[in-house]
Structures are given as structure tokens and as C-alpha cells.
């Protein structure tokens, strides 16, 4: 063979092993940084604790909340203004209610490890006109029941004409909804007492308003408000009133759970967000188990007695349950022997009562709407309605309703608005033209309202300058102004 062409032949086999080889060595690199990153995935995924809600509760549960501090102890400033920290959780352990036939099956609610995020947007300036349609809100406006769907929309447009709200009212609440906004605590929460039942106050105020986390306006005010409730609730074993020993000293807790459980059910209907769904489970199994055998509630959910006053925040609780469509264990059965219970302590022919069947003004507005919000009957509460106008018009047939006056109860006209409403009519009417000038006009400049005259059930409380004072005194009259479209007197049992 030519030695020039064997040359060429060893030359093009060396040319071609060279080649061989840079293939290989591409083909072994592309591997090595498959396996490596598949490798740092795996790690990362097993080091990554995931903040949605399990369906099942979890497994990984933390130590007892007895050994964790109060919100009291916590630093207010821990809370970003544009994204929320959440806090692990403790064990969730069974309630120690005696668990009723109804609600079997909601003794072993678990609140996952990591309370969710709440995706928060910013605020702007107060510019939303009235009956502005709003992002987030179930969807769509068809995913809301019949009888919130005036919050939102031509929906809202279209009550407030029907039930003759005034624009003085709207705006009275736009500048309510201001002052809440500007008064929110860092953390998320409102007050500096009771906090579980300020913030339920001030989060209905605002989803009776239409506002949910996606709010344009308002999205990073509810939005930190439910990352509190969900902090705090996962914290305390979903005992809403936010205290270590379940319902707290004294007669409050009980009431504090359930204005909170009630603000928690209309932000899921109103949103669908299904990492409040465990927590809201929970909150709500400890009424359906604290009700007692008479139908009733009581203070600490102790079943000794049924008192009209705690009974009205555990049915406006369940009922708000009851609208979410998730079906909870017991909500239903629990809200039949409510109305059981509400005719327990109603004359038949006049007002209901505390305890008993007696003729309490400061109390029938409850039974009244209790039980039209579930029974959606008119003619049983009808003298009952008729003696609360009679009663209020023994004062001053022509200005019955006087915020400054010895008789002023805002506890008890929260309750009297709603049921005039739903009830409709002549009843309506007249409570309408009552009420609604005599809030309006006493408003602050700030948006808050100032303490009231009178002397009935919360007022003194009201009379307090404290900032839950404040709060309180003025989301009733927030609440009782949105009432034009809040809730609408149609599909009460559906």
C-alpha cells in the first residue's frame, strides 16, 4: 500500500475516534446535569413545607397551644404590609364537647400544619362607585346564593332602589369602610380587646360590601383580616374566640366564635377559597356540638340552657355555613331545633325572650330574623314584628329611633333592621324611615360613629373609648346601613 494513502487511511481513523469521542463526552455531560438537577429537585422537595391545606387535615402535628403566647404577646409589626407571614400550627386535637347524633362525624377536624397565604393586592384611593362589580367573588356573580347576590354588581344597584336606600347611606358606609381600613391593626386584625369578634365584624362589614381579597380598593384589608383568622384560628385549635383556654373568662367567648366563624363561611361563599375550608369545618363543629338538647346554645356551650342572645350568633353562624354549599355535618339538622328552641322563649303573641317567653324589645329582633333567615315564614313572627313597631313608637310616634337618646340600643337595632327587611311590607317601611336618616346623620367626620345614649345589652361597652369600642359600635351601624343588599328577603332556606 502507498505509504501517503495509509497515512491518510491512520489519519481519518484518528479523525474519526476524536469525533467518537466528543459525542460521548457531550452525550456523559448532558447526563451528569440531568442526574443533578433531578437530584436537587428531589432534596428541594422533600426540604419544602407546602402552605396549602391538605384535604385530610395533615399528619405533622406541633405542640400543644397551651405552650404558644396570645396574639397580645406577638409583635404587631411581624406582618408585612404587602405579603403575610404565616405561623405553624399545634395539634388539633378532638373537641372535648359531647358530641351530638347530628354531628358525629365532625369530632376529628384537623387544621393543617401551615396555615395558607391569602394572595394580597394593594390599596388604592376610595374611588369605587356604588354597585361596582368586584373581582373574586365565587367565580362569577351566578356562584353566589339568591340572597347575597345583591352585594355586588347591578344586583347591588337594583336593591338599594327596591328598599330605598338614600346615596347619604352608601356614602355614610364608604366612609365607614375607610376608617376600618385605616384602623386595621398591622397584624391584620381589628381592636385591642375581643379581637376574634372585632375582626368578624369588620370582615362581614366589608364582604357585605361586595370586597373580597381580590377587591380593587380593599383586597389587602380582607386579605390580611382572613390571614389573621387563619393564623390565629390554626394556633388556638380552630376556637375562634383566639383564647388558649377555648372560650376565654367570662361570657364572651362564645359570642366571639361565632360573629368570626360567621365572617369566615360568607368570605368562602363569596370566594371559594378552599384553604379556608378545614378551619371553617372546625369552627363550625364546635356549635353544631355545643347546642343543646333543647335546641338552644349557652354561655362556654355548657347545654344548660337556651339564651335567645348566644343563641342569634350561632344560627347567623350556621346559616352563613349553610351557604357555602359545602354540606358540613349537622349545619341543618342543628338550625331545625334552633327554630325549636327560638319558640321556646317566644309569648306566641308578642316578643321573645332571654331565657323564657317573655316581651324583650332588646331580644325579638333576634328570634324574628332567626327565624325567617331559616324558615322563611312570615305569618308566625307577624305579631311579633308588630309589637317591636308599637313598642318603639310608644316613645315618639314620629322620631321612635334616637341615637343619643336614654332608649337608643344598637345591639338591638342591628337585629330589628334585618328582620323589618326580611319581613317586608308596612314593616319595612317604617323602620326604614326611621332608622337609616338617624345613622347616617350622627356619623363622625372620620367615618366611625360616636358612643350612642341608652343602656341596653353591649351598649355599655359602646359607651367605652377603648378602639374595640369604636369598632364595635361602629360596624353595627355599618352593618345595619349595608342592609339594603347584604342579605336579600328571598331563598332564606335555600
Known sequence: MDATLEHETTGHKLQRRLAESRFLIMSLTIHAILILLATYMVISKAMDNSEDFSSDGGTGLMADSDSLPPPSEQPEDSVPQESVQTQSAPDVSTPSLDVLSTAASTSNFKVAVNAPKINLNSTGDLTKSSGAPVKGIAGSLGGLPGTMSG???????????????????????????????????????WGDKNKGAMTGFALLCFLGHGETNESADYGLTVGKAVQWILDQGTTYQGHLSMTKDGWGPGNGGVYEHAICTYALGEYYTMTKDERVVELLKQAVGYIVQGQGPAG????SFDKSQNDLSVSGWQIQALKAAHLTGLNLPGVDGS????????????????GYGYRGPENKWSLTGVGILCRLFWKNETGPVRNAMEWVLDTAEKEDRQKPLKYKGDNCDLYAWYYHTQAALMFGGGAWQKWNRWFQDEICDVQNPDGSWPAPGGKGPGVDYGHDQSMSAQVYRSTLCILMLEVFYRYMPVNRAG
Open 151 to 189: 352585594r355586588v354588581g347591578s344586583g347591588k344597584k337594583g336593591a338599594m332602589q327596591k328598599y330605598g336606600a338614600k346615596d347619604k347611606s352608601e356614602k355614610a358606609v364608604l366612609r365607614g369602610l375607610e376608617w376600618l381600613r385605616k384602623v386595621q391593626n398591622p397584624d391584620g386584625s
Open 296 to 299: 338552644g346554645w349557652m354561655y
Open 335 to 350: 338550625l331545625e331545633k334552633a327554630v325549636d328552641a327560638l319558640d321556646k322563649v317566644w309569648k306566641g303573641t308578642e
